[in-house]
């Protein structure tokens, strides 16, 4: 059964900092893996999608690499804001024995402090 | 171009009561998911619908829980009889295809059961 977890659970940082969050995931055989932003109260943003056969995703000043093999993903986000201060989410889409799943990690929660 | 439009976006009951969300996915998109969000966690897939067929239920609680997406378009969640525990945010998104395709997700409806 996939499991994804998300380190750290809560980042704060001063506005400026480039900063990393990870995504880890148990079984490597995925289809794609997609990061979200979630703001208290509101649905989820789509920031990047990443197919099982791509490295890497650019948008603006987010950076998201996928290592398949090693069931990981870094969401890179340089420069950052205080209105880059969200929940952000990553969730990877496989197949189990019902058919598609997609699984979602807990998040982390960013603060960017002016 | 629309987004995922859900409704309402908050509802009170009492335990035992009826409840039932609606959801309108982006235009042309076949794919069409039920997520629950429980406070503190990331959303979990209750349903998945490929036009008016059902891809993936295994997490419904079928016993109080009911979905339709009767024409391959708008979609309704149903729980009967509503339970405290199912107090969360219940949110929809589409995509159009499938499991290789970019999620994009409604405002959500929380629920509140007391």
């Known amino acids: 059964k996939q499991e994804v977890t998300q380190i750290p659970a809560a980042l704060s940082v001063p506005e400026g900092e480039n900063l990393v969050l990870n995504c880890s995931f148990t079984d490597s055989a995925i289809y794609n893996l997609q990061w979200f932003r979630q703001d208290p109260g509101k649905g989820l943003t789509s920031l990047l999608l990443?197919?099982?056969?791509?490295r890497e995703q650019t948008s603006g000043r987010l950076n998201a690499s996928l290592d398949k093999s090693s069931g990981r993903s870094t969401l890179y986000i340089a420069a950052s804001q205080p209105g880059d201060s969200a929940t952000y989410l990553c969730a990877v889409s496989d197949r189990d024995n019902y058919g598609q799943n997609f699984v979602f990690g807990p998040g982390t929660r960013l603060s960017v402090l002016p | 171009e629309a987004g995922v439009a859900q409704s309402p976006r908050y509802k009170i009951i009492e335990k035992r009561q009826s409840v039932a969300f609606w959801c309108n996915p982006i235009s042309g998109h076949a794919t069409l998911y039920w997520y629950q969000q429980i406070l503190g966690q990331g959303p979990k897939l209750l349903i998945q619908?490929?036009?008016?067929?059902?891809?993936?239920d295994s997490q419904l609680p079928k016993d109080r829980f009911s979905a339709e997406r009767l024409k391959g378009v708008d979609s309704t969640l149903k729980i009967q009889p509503a339970k405290l525990e199912d107090s969360a945010v219940y949110l929809c998104a589409s995509s159009l295809a499938g499991a290789l395709d970019e999620q994009f997700f409604g405002p959500g409806t929380r629920l509140t059961v007391l």
């Open positions: 619908f490929q036009n008016n067929g059902v891809v993936d």
């Open positions: 990443i197919q099982s056969s791509q």
